[in-house]
Every structure is written in C-alpha cells, then in structure tokens.
C-alpha cells in the first residue's frame, strides 16, 4: 500500500519560504492517472486545498494561493515539493500530502507536518 511522508522545517520566519517535501513510497507518482496534493489546515480551522501536480507533472493551484505557491517533483526520488514563499503567521498550519486517485478521491494521506511561522 502507498505511503506518504512529509518532511521540513518546524519553524518558519515570516517573510521566508516555507519547504516541504513528501516522500512516496511503495507506489510511483508518476502512474497513471494519480494527482498528488497539498492541503493544509490551520489551528482550529478547515482543510484547505493549495495545489496539485499530476502524475504528467503539470500542476493547478488554489486561485487564492497561486501567487506564492509552487509544487514540483523528483521522479528518480518519488518525492513531491511544496513551496510557500512570504509567509506570514496565517500560514501556520499541518500541511498534508494526499493522493487523488481521480474526481476527488482522496485515498491516501500522509501523517502531516506541523508548519510554525514565527519570529
């Protein structure tokens, strides 16, 4: 069974760039016809949707995100890249990486990581 891992820093300043990685193993992110997500979600607050990137390696993002937003990946590592530039403290949140196994079906997660932007 696929597994997802994510991993970077605990600790962001406002104003930097917020990495993450998630690793995928035990599956390729390159078969079809999987998406590959990011959601995060604040303390106390819902799921939010940021982006996506296919298993072609075109990405879609959240309009309300797309500006800071960029997910990429490395096919010979099957690892995802998030990255969130000029972060504030509304940033802080778990962030997830989730499997879109098509129309929204989101079978697999990984065990999220908590993102803390602060000074």
């Known amino acids: 069974q696929v597994q997802l891992q994510e991993s970077g820093p605990g600790l962001v300043k406002p104003s930097q760039t917020l990495s993450l990685t998630c690793t995928v193993t035990r599956g390729s992110i390159t078969t079809n016809y999987y998406h590959w997500f990011w959601i995060r979600q604040p303390p106390g607050k819902g799921l939010e949707w940021m982006g996506a990137i296919k298993y072609s390696g075109g990405t879609y993002y959240s309009p309300s995100l797309k500006s800071r937003t960029s997910i990429s990946r490395d096919t010979s590592r099957n690892q995802l890249t998030l990255q969130l530039t000029s972060v504030t403290p509304e940033d802080t949140a778990v962030y997830y990486c989730?499997?879109?196994?098509?129309?929204?079906?989101?079978?697999?997660w990984g065990k999220g990581t908590l993102v803390t932007v602060s000074s």
């Open positions: 989730v499997r879109d196994s098509g129309y929204w079906y989101l079978d697999m």
